[in-house]
């Protein structure tokens, strides 16, 4: 079987959740895949679309394209699977007006006319049923084998609140600054620690910045006492896989996150995690792991469990596999 994957990049991190950790598993099991990156200038486009009667599989991974454009990859492409971890049939948080007629309309053109949809999380899949009947949670996973639990735990010195991921989601710890500055008046012994390509300022709490690389993630993760989440409260949240939730489980790390979401499902409030769904309720989920350090191990080592019982590579690789055969076969029983 030859799978086309169509991808942003090598960096961004759906990418390399949701496909680039596949690959060794999918060769192993017969699948001839090959990585390509979305083209810019048409004459590159159309050089690369001309090849996909090369392939059995066309697997696109979240990206819109125009009804013109797709419809000519639909000609080309003898099967086209559709993956998607974030809610692009809607604007950004950041936006003031979340709909948007034309990422609604690309969107619903697509899902009619994919093969097979591939969903991050039920939201989503909710999203796709109402064009596509073909459609399949493959929750984000994390490859456990590439991270060990963190074993320092401590109730005396500095206790530091993490947060790891793009810039494109600092603006979600950004409004939750404020309440952080709080929380270190409190608790003087608190820092916070950004591993982005940018970063925030506070006058008052003490703000480690750190790089991210991907040799190093594993360290910076246990460098955290507490990791958290916190998002706003609208459709483009919901579509959210928590990637970040799952990164700091992978080392028994303990999370504070806003219950949007996936996030609801992954984090069983008070069990493996606390939901914060006010500023109120932040500082008193964070004040609480800050003064037990019992509860900090305890809730991390929970979390870890949650990612191996659902949201690990061993469980969803076979899934994915599983998802690439169906397609395939139903391209030989059409011929």
């Known amino acids: ?65 125009s ?3 797709f419809s000519y990859i639909r000609q080309k492409a003898r099967r086209i699977i559709y993956d998607f971890d974030d809610a692009l049939m809607y604007r950004s948080s ?25 969903a991050g999380n039920g939201f989503l899949k909710s999203e796709a049923l109402l064009y596509n009947p073909r459609v399949v949670v493959v929750p984000t996973a994390i490859d456990l084998s590439r991270y060990s639990v963190k074993k320092e735990f401590h109730q005396e010195g500095v206790i530091t609140i993490g947060w790891l991921g793009s810039s494109s989601t600092l603006k979600y710890l950004e409004r939750l600054l404020p309440t952080l500055e709080r929380v270190f008046k409190r608790s003087p012994n608190v820092q916070l620690k950004i591993v982005c390509d940018r970063f925030l300022e506070s006058p008052i709490l003490p703000v480690i910045k750190k790089q991210w690389s991907a040799g190093e993630e594993e360290a910076d993760l246990k460098s955290f006492d507490i990791g958290i989440m916190p998002l706003s409260e609208d459709v483009w949240s919901k579509g959210k896989c928590g990637l970040k939730i799952l990164q700091y489980y992978s080392v028994g790390v303990p999370v504070v996150c806003t219950p949007v979401g996936v996030n609801r499902d992954i984090v069983q409030d008070g069990v493996n995690g606390f939901w914060a769904r006010n500023e109120d309720e932040w500082e008193d989920r964070l004040l609480k792991l800050i003064e037990a350090e019992t509860l900090r191990r305890e809730m991390g080592l929970q979390g870890r469990e949650t990612v191996e019982r659902s949201y690990c590579f061993e469980v969803n690789a076979p899934r994915i596999l599983e998802v690439l055969e169906k397609v395939s076969e139903k391209e030989v029983q059409g011929n």
């Open 1 to 65: 079987m030859k799978v086309a994957f169509l991808i942003h990049s090598l960096e961004v991190s759906g990418c390399r959740y949701r496909v680039l950790q596949y690959l060794p598993y999918l060769k192993e099991h017969g699948v001839d895949g090959s990585i390509h990156f979305y083209k810019r200038t048409w004459m590159e486009k159309l050089r690369f679309y001309r090849t996909l009667d090369q392939y059995d599989i066309l697997h696109l991974h979240r990206k819109l394209f």
């Open 67 to 69: 009804p013109l454009e």
């Open 94 to 118: 950041s936006s003031k007006d979340p709909y948007s007629r034309s990422r609604r309309f690309k969107f619903a053109y697509m899902m009619k006319r994919i093969d097979f949809v591939i």
